[in-house]
């Protein structure tokens, strides 16, 4: 058993969080235990370690709850009570899973007295999955509770969020970190120096789980890992970014992600690494706010990324404009005495010269190829255009927000990552910015068009005949 598990709290009092940990008192004392829970907090803060706490005080057999001894509180903990249904939404998040469960609902605990739902990263719902969740919510049966947990409660419609007694998970502070460790060191018997675990506080970025674990990393394999996975040279990606040396900076970015670093830390200290000239440089301010912005930004996607290091990826991309880093032109002797640019002779690819520009032809071949596939991806794309291609990445400018999300989605990237491969030859990535768009242009695009974009397109042909006239 891994050590965060082994020492995760089992009743209130062990809650690390004591801001939480006195409300959930208040509410349990009230003996007014509500329908609905929303545990909302980055992660590694126990929101769901206090979800099965109330899910044991709920349905403990004891005058005392939780006492960890009966039945129901054994078997919480294990994992395997009937009626404690633990849902990850980020599997289950479509409107069949949701019906699923409202029918679910309405049958009687097998043997406890509640049938508690606990429903993770429940931002992860779909529109009308979250619809559907809402009618439970609003006339639930008297025999349930449902304790939704969330990374992101700003994603949750706020119907949902109303219908719920919120509490607030925040980060834990460094000394709350090193007070949880210090519980897992005595009970391991373990000696380290405070000055270690502060250094392993500091690099959990807030997160109980994390700093757990980091100590555990530690214990295995000593020093050198915390050396390794905490205080990497994040100096010269920093360096690599103020360059916008996009190549660099991305195998920056893989070498983090090979030597286990997690890049949540690489975007904290870069952040800390930027701050003071961001204060300070007047003359660099505005540039940096954009990159600060783009980092901000990239941290907010990590929990919704199927591969960690993808946001921060994009972020560097589009600070450094998809573009490699310019070389100094290398100078030569002109046989007179005098030196002047080397002249460099053209390689001949095929991937060379698609590096020069991405034509028409060959964008018009990408959306010949897409439409047969789906229809819907060569209609967001005629309203995008290609920016720049560096070898690696396809930069596309796109002129609306909508169209650059439907483009991001998973499902369509990938489809529309294969054709551009198709097309090029050669391994593409695809990564979208918003542009200004052509007026002109999208007024004919968006009337030939098939494909509206949530009655958007509508009012942007109104607005745009009004000034140019039809």
């Known amino acids: 058993m891994t050590l965060y598990l082994k020492y995760r709290p089992k009743n209130l009092d062990e809650l690390d969080l004591t801001d939480v940990s006195e409300s959930l008192k208040k509410i349990v004392k009230s003996g007014k235990i509500p329908h609905a829970f929303l545990f909302s907090g980055p992660k590694g803060t126990g929101k769901t370690s206090a979800a099965r706490i109330l899910a044991k005080i709920i349905n403990c057999e004891s005058k005392h709850p939780p006492c960890d001894r009966c039945e129901q509180c054994t078997s919480i903990t294990k994992g395997t009570n009937l009626d404690v249904i633990e849902m990850d939404a980020a599997s289950h998040r479509g409107i069949d899973d949701i019906r699923i469960l409202k029918d679910a609902v309405k049958l009687s605990p097998s043997c406890a007295k509640k049938k508690i739902y606990i429903i993770d990263e429940a931002h992860m719902l779909t529109t009308e999955a979250s619809n559907a969740?809402?009618?439970?919510?609003?006339?639930?049966?008297?025999?349930?509770?449902?304790?939704?947990?969330?990374?992101?409660?700003?994603?949750?419609?706020?119907?949902?969020?109303?219908?719920?007694?919120?509490?607030?998970?925040?980060?834990?502070?460094?000394?709350?970190?090193?007070?949880?460790?210090?519980?897992?060191?005595?009970?391991?018997?373990?000696?380290?120096?405070?000055?270690?675990?502060?250094?392993?506080?500091?690099a959990a970025n807030g997160s109980f789980r994390d700093a757990v674990k980091i100590l555990e990393q530690v214990s295995l394999e000593g020093k050198d890992f915390l050396e390794k996975g905490v205080a990497s040279d994040v100096s010269n990606f920093v360096a690599l970014l103020y360059e916008k040396d996009v190549d660099g900076?991305?195998?920056?970015?893989?070498?983090?992600?090979?030597?286990?670093?997690?890049?949540?830390?690489?975007?904290?200290?870069?952040?800390?690494?930027?701050?003071?000239?961001?204060?300070?440089?007047?003359?660099?301010?505005?540039?940096?706010?954009?990159?600060?912005?783009?980092?901000?930004?990239?941290?907010?996607?990590?929990?919704?990324?199927?591969?960690?290091?993808?946001?921060?990826?994009?972020?560097?991309?589009?600070?450094?404009?998809?573009?490699?880093?310019?070389?100094?032109?290398?100078?030569?002797?002109?046989?007179?005495?005098?030196?002047?640019e080397k002249k460099e002779t053209p390689v001949h690819t095929e991937k060379a010269a698609v590096v020069e520009s991405i034509n028409d032809e060959i964008w018009t071949n990408i959306l010949s190829l897409v439409k047969p596939i789906n229809a819907?991806?060569?209609?967001?794309?005629?309203?995008?255009?290609?920016?720049?291609?560096?070898?690696?990445?396809?930069?596309?400018?796109?002129?609306?927000?909508?169209?650059?999300?439907?483009?991001?989605?998973?499902?369509?990237?990938?489809?529309?990552?294969?054709?551009?491969?198709?097309?090029?030859?050669?391994?593409?990535?695809?990564?979208?910015?918003?542009?200004?768009?052509?007026?002109?242009?999208?007024?004919?695009?968006?009337?030939?068009?098939?494909?509206?974009?949530?009655?958007?397109?509508?009012?942007?042909?109104?607005?745009?005949?009004?000034?140019?006239?039809?």
């Open 376 to 470: 819907s991806i060569e209609a967001l794309l005629r309203a995008a255009r290609p920016v720049s291609y560096d070898g690696k990445t396809l930069t596309l400018g796109v002129y609306y927000k909508f169209h650059k999300e439907r483009l991001e989605d998973n499902t369509h990237r990938r489809v529309l990552e294969d054709i551009v491969t198709r097309v090029l030859d050669a391994p593409a990535r695809v990564v979208c910015t918003l542009v200004e768009p052509p007026v002109r242009k999208i007024v004919e695009e968006v009337k030939t068009s098939n494909v509206l974009t949530e009655g958007k397109d509508t009012d942007i042909i109104k607005v745009a005949e009004e000034i140019f006239g039809s």
């Open 249 to 340: 900076a991305i195998d920056a970015i893989e070498k983090f992600v090979d030597e286990g670093v997690a890049i949540e830390n690489v975007l904290t200290e870069v952040l800390s690494q930027i701050k003071p000239d961001l204060l300070s440089n007047a003359e660099k301010r505005n540039e940096l706010i954009t990159l600060a912005e783009l980092l901000i930004e990239a941290n907010r996607n990590l929990a919704d990324s199927p591969i960690e290091e993808l946001p921060l990826q994009i972020a560097v991309i589009k600070w450094c404009d998809g573009q490699p880093k310019k070389q100094e032109p290398e100078r030569v002797s002109d046989g007179n005495g005098e030196e002047e």
């Open 133 to 202: 969740l809402l009618k439970t919510l609003e006339e639930p049966p008297a025999h349930v509770v449902f304790i939704l947990a969330t990374t992101n409660a700003e994603k949750l419609i706020g119907t949902i969020r109303s219908r719920t007694t919120h509490i607030v998970f925040r980060k834990a502070t460094t000394q709350e970190l090193m007070h949880s460790l210090e519980k897992v060191v005595k009970g391991e018997k373990v000696k380290i120096e405070r000055e270690v675990l502060s250094t392993i506080a500091k």
